[in-house]
């Protein structure tokens, strides 16, 4: 039996219907400043990338667009969080490295890919350095997960993340400032108190437990009936409910990287919800997306309304 939720979720208005919606709401709550803008194109470019992951990847087993639409809400609900360009550009530069780094699966030979994956963390990591604390994790994965680790590889993904910085570091000895990259490294051992909460507002703590408790559902969820996927399915989901679990706790460790923090958990998260609403089948089920989805209204109006 089909209940809302997954006549939603296998509906083909879903997604061009959430994307109107969200324009909409962004044109009509203040989000028209020009740094806001760009946060839109931002926004759209992620949506059409998370299509490109969704279908590249088969990650839901029958017709479902709500990888994309849970990544549209969740950005949406953080809109005024994100208030600036260097989230944006971690959040791409996150679902481009999933992209290429999906396509070396048992592919020790898979230089190109792995080292343009590499190279968009790399990226990410001249504007928010705290992400090259991923690249062991992603060595990881990429042999557990993607098992594709080999010398090749590994060396592929050495040039990927060393690339980037020749070129920028090749320029600031030009321009006479190299001690600006090497105060910008120097940030990767420059932490913040931990469990320090007093960066973040009360929405904001209320709204990343909401993204919490929907990842431990999402990752529950698919743990419990993983067997139904394929087994390639099941290692990308293995990798998102890595990640996911990482940057929860990252975010409990150093809240004050929360922004950069939430916007790559929402790349993660995002997929184990939308398996979540696309798979469940029951009574209850039903009754927790409707629950969950006026939670999300609420506080996407808040968060509208009320800007920091």
């Known amino acids: 039996m089909k209940y809302l939720q997954n006549k939603i979720a296998e509906s083909r208005f879903s997604l061009p219907v959430t994307i109107v919606a969200a324009v909409a709401l962004w044109m ?13 194109v931002f926004l759209l470019a992620g949506t059409y990338l998370m299509a490109e992951l969704n279908n590249q990847n088969a990650l839901m087993r029958t017709y479902s667009r709500m990888v994309s639409c849970s990544f549209v809400v969740f950005d949406l609900i953080m ?12 959040q791409l530069c996150a679902i481009l490295c999933w992209l290429f780094l999906f396509k070396a699966y048992q592919n020790k030979r898979a230089q190109g890919y792995v080292f343009f994956a590499f190279c968009m963390l790399s990226m990410a990591s001249l504007l928010e350095v705290g992400v090259l604390w991923f690249v062991p994790v992603l060595w990881i994965l990429l042999g557990t997960c993607i098992m594709a680790m080999s010398m090749r590889n590994f060396l592929a993904s050495l ?35 931990v469990a320090d909460l007093s960066a973040m507002s009360e929405l904001t703590l209320i709204t990343l437990v909401f993204f919490v408790v929907l990842t431990l559902i999402g990752t529950v969820h698919f743990l419990r009936f993983s067997y139904n996927d394929k087994i390639r399915t099941r290692m990308l989901f293995e990798i998102f409910i890595t990640m996911s679990l990482i ?18 958990l929402i790349v993660n998260m995002s997929p184990l ?3 979540t609403i696309t798979f469940t089948r029951s009574r209850l089920s039903n009754i927790m997306f409707a629950l969950f989805s006026v939670c999300g209204l609420v506080l996407l109006f808040c968060n509208l309304l009320w800007q920091p």
């Open 28 to 40: 009509l709550t203040g989000l028209r400043e020009e740094m806001h803008w760009l946060l839109l």
């Open 79 to 90: 809109a005024p969080v994100f208030h600036d360009y260097v989230v944006g550009v971690v």
């Open 159 to 193: 040039l990927g993340l060393f690339v980037p910085y020749w070129f920028v570091i090749g320029y600031d000895v030009y321009s006479g400032a190299m001690p600006r990259m090497v105060s910008h490294l120097t940030q990767l051992i420059a932490f913040s108190p």
């Open 247 to 264: 940057i929860v706790v990252l975010l409990i460790v150093q809240p004050h990287s929360y922004s950069i923090l939430t916007a790559l």
């Open 273 to 275: 919800v939308a398996h």
